[in-house]
């Protein structure tokens, strides 16, 4: 290869190179943005660091899945505070979404369930008002973690009989298996 080729070639490496902690420092800074927002409206966690170290954890845990930084933190605090609210372990509530929805907002199973946590309609006029929206991520949660809540505290603490319930397979482990290997898997917190 001719060495005046090369010499643009070279330059082209090198200003990719050089610009590539750029690109890294950018996306450090971003979420470092994100992650005070988040951390500073985490009204569910008992102080900051707590809410720091647990949103970093599960931000970098849930990456793949929502890659929008923003997005990603957003849902997390959502989940801690109506897991919380409803005194489910939050990580419970990320594997149940995981095994519902795969954390597709705008999912709709063949029952007709919809949302991350795979709400059936009929719950808006048993628990809500008929005019919600089960896509709107904070009244999916809400009405996801309740109903868990209250098949929990009907099944006497029993949480792989809540989950077949939740899940309308009483009587069936599959369900449960799915969502603990979820939680082993992926959001198991010691």
């Known amino acids: 290869m001719p060495t005046r080729l090369l010499k643009p070639l070279f330059a082209a490496v090198l200003l990719a190179a050089a610009q590539a902690p750029l690109a890294q420092s950018d996306v450090d800074q971003r979420l470092r943005e994100a992650l005070i927002q988040a951390v500073n409206s985490g009204e569910s966690f008992e102080n900051r660091y707590v809410a720091e170290v647990w949103l970093t954890d599960m931000a970098a845990r849930l990456a793949r899945k929502v890659p929008d930084i923003h997005q990603r933190l957003e849902l997390l605090r ?52 008929p005019e919600d929206n089960l896509f709107h991520i904070e009244t999916n949660l809400r009405f996801g973690c309740t109903i868990l809540r209250h098949y929990l505290d009907r099944e006497k603490g029993n949480l792989t009989r809540a989950l077949a319930r939740y899940n309308g397979s009483l009587g069936k482990t599959w369900y449960a298996e799915r969502v603990y290997r979820a939680m082993d898997r992926r959001w198991y917190v010691q």
């Open 78 to 129: 959502l989940v801690h505070r109506e897991a919380t609210r409803a005194e489910l372990p939050p990580e419970l509530v990320l594997a149940v979404i995981e095994v519902e929805s795969n954390f597709q907002r705008y999912a709709i199973s063949s029952a007709g369930a919809r949302g991350l946590m795979q709400i059936m309609p009929f719950w808006l006029k048993e628990i809500g008002r």
